[in-house]
C-alpha cells in the first residue's frame, strides 16, 4: 500500500475546481481504480464515465497531471507518491460533471460521413477479391476505440472551439481515410474531405498521433495521404487544365 495525494477536478458547466484527497493505492492500480476509490470511501457523488477497464470502450478518456489518458491504462506507479497528480476532464468538449463531458459533438460528425459502399462482387457467387496488403493497410484505422484523446489534444478545435463546424478532427480523418482507402468502396468523399472536414485546418503537428492508445498512426498513415488526395484532384495544375478540357 503506498499513499497518494490525488487532486480530482469537482463542478459543473456553471464551474468548479481540483479538490484533494489521500488515498491507499495497492500494487498495480490504476488511475480508474484510485477514482473508484474516492468515489466509494470520500465523495460518492464523484461523476466519472468508464465501461470496460482494459482499453478497449474508450470511455474514460480524461486528463492525467494535463495530458490526454485513458485512466483505465495508466498505471499509479507512474507517479512517485510525493508527486502531485490532478485528473480533469477532457478540455475540448463541454464539461457535465466533474470528469464527465458532452462528446456528442462526435456522433453528429460521425453522421456526416457517407458509408461504405461496396462496388459488385468480382465472381458470381458473390466472393471478392481483394490484395492482403489493401487490407491491411486499413486494419490499422480499424483499431479506433473512439476515445477521441485525439479530438481533445487537437489545438484546432481544443483552442479553437469556433472551429468545430468546419473541421472533423483526427478521429474522423481516420475514419475517413479508412473508408477511401477501403478496396471494395466506390464513393468519392475528397470534396468532403477538403469542404466539410476541412482537412486544410490540420498543420500536420502530430498532437493526435502522440496521445492515441492504440497507436494509430493518425498524420502520416490517415491524414497526409488525404490531404494528398486533395491536393492532387484541386491543386494540380495539369489535373486542372485536363479537369477544364473534359469538363469533369
Ligand atoms: S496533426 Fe492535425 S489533426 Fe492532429 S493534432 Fe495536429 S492539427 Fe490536429
Ligand atoms: S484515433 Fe486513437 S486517439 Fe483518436 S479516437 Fe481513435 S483510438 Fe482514440
Ligand atoms: S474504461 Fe474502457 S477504455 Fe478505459
Known amino acids: 500500500m503506498t499513499v497518494y495525494n490525488i487532486r480530482v ?5 456553471s464551474g468548479g475546481d481540483f479538490r484533494e484527497y489521500v488515498v491507499e493505492v ?4 490504476v488511475v480508474l481504480d484510485v477514482i473508484h476509490t ?3 470511501t470520500q465523495a460518492n457523488d ?25 485512466m ?6 507512474l507517479f512517485a507518491p510525493d508527486e502531485p497528480i490532478s485528473v480533469a476532464p477532457i478540455k475540448a468538449f463541454p464539461l457535465i460533471k466533474d470528469l464527465v463531458t458532452d462528446v456528442s459533438f462526435n456522433f453528429e460528425v460521425a453522421k456526416k460521413i457517407p458509408a461504405f459502399q461496396p462496388r459488385p462482387p468480382d465472381t458470381a457467387d458473390g466472393r471478392y477479391r481483394i490484395m492482403q496488403e489493401d487490407i491491411a493497410r486499413g486494419q490499422e484505422f480499424r483499431k479506433c476505440i473512439e476515445c477521441f484523446l485525439c479530438q481533445d489534444v487537437c489545438h484546432v478545435i481544443r483552442d479553437h472551439p469556433e472551429n468545430k463546424p468546419r473541421f ?10 479508412e473508408l477511401e482507402m477501403h478496396p471494395l ?21 502530430k498532437c493526435c498521433t502522440e496521445v492515441c492508445p492504440e497507436d494509430i498512426h493518425i498524420t502520416d498513415n490517415a491524414i497526409i495521404p488525404l490531404k494528398e488526395r486533395v491536393a492532387d484532384r484541386y ?9 477544364k478540357i473534359s469538363g469533369r
Open 235 to 243: 491543386y494540380d495544375p495539369v489535373r486542372w487544365v485536363l479537369r
Open 38 to 40: 474516492v468515489q466509494a
Open 185 to 205: 468502396d466506390t464513393a468519392d468523399r475528397t470534396e468532403l474531405i477538403r469542404e466539410a472536414a476541412g482537412i486544410g485546418y490540420c498543420n500536420i503537428t
Open 26 to 29: 495497492d500494487e498495480g492500480e
Open 9 to 13: 477536478f469537482r463542478g459543473d458547466a
Open 46 to 70: 464523484l461523476a466519472v464515465r468508464w465501461n470496460c477497464k482494459a482499453g478497449k470502450c474508450g470511455s474514460c478518456s480524461a486528463e492525467v497531471n494535463g495530458k490526454p489518458r485513458l
Open 72 to 77: 483505465c491504462m495508466t498505471r499509479m506507479d
Open 168 to 177: 472533423f478532427g483526427p478521429r474522423f480523418l481516420v475514419r475517413l481515410a
